[in-house]
Nanobody, 124 residues
């Protein structure tokens, strides 16, 4: 099971941008679909974005389409979530998750490994 390390969270004003990273030292990480999920206080975890293991397909929840971009760098064994035009309602703990040979599911139960989470706070 791969281990995932997050970086890139923080505090930003509404309209600003952040880039989250999800990295692994595992050589098989390129075989994993990666999803980003988030959980705000008092709310259930929700799907944000996902990228297929071969990066052919990407998926987004409707509320972030056109603002967030998921991508992966195979040479760096890293998946990124570029977030722009951030809104206060994007405030949450963001988690990346990995699913071996996955297609990029919206369902957290499909994923085998999870990162520790990183806080994103958007002030109004």
């Amino acid at each position: 099971q791969v281990q995932l390390v997050h970086s890139g969270g923080g505090l930003v004003q509404a309209g600003g941008s952040l880039r989250l990273s999800c990295a692994s030292s595992d050589r098989t990480f390129s075989n994993y679909a990666v999803g980003w999920f988030r959980q705000a206080p008092g709310k259930e975890r929700e799907f944000v974005a996902a990228i297929r293991w071969n990066a052919i397909n990407t998926y987004y929840t409707d509320s972030v389409k056109g603002r967030f971009t998921i991508s992966r760098d195979y040479a760096k064994n890293t998946v990124y979530l570029q977030m722009t035009s951030l809104k206060p309602e994007d405030t949450a703990v963001y988690y990346c998750a990995a699913d071996q040979w996955g297609a990029g599911s919206r369902h957290g139960g499909e994923y085998d490994a999870w990162g520790q989470g990183t806080q994103v706070t958007v002030s109004s």
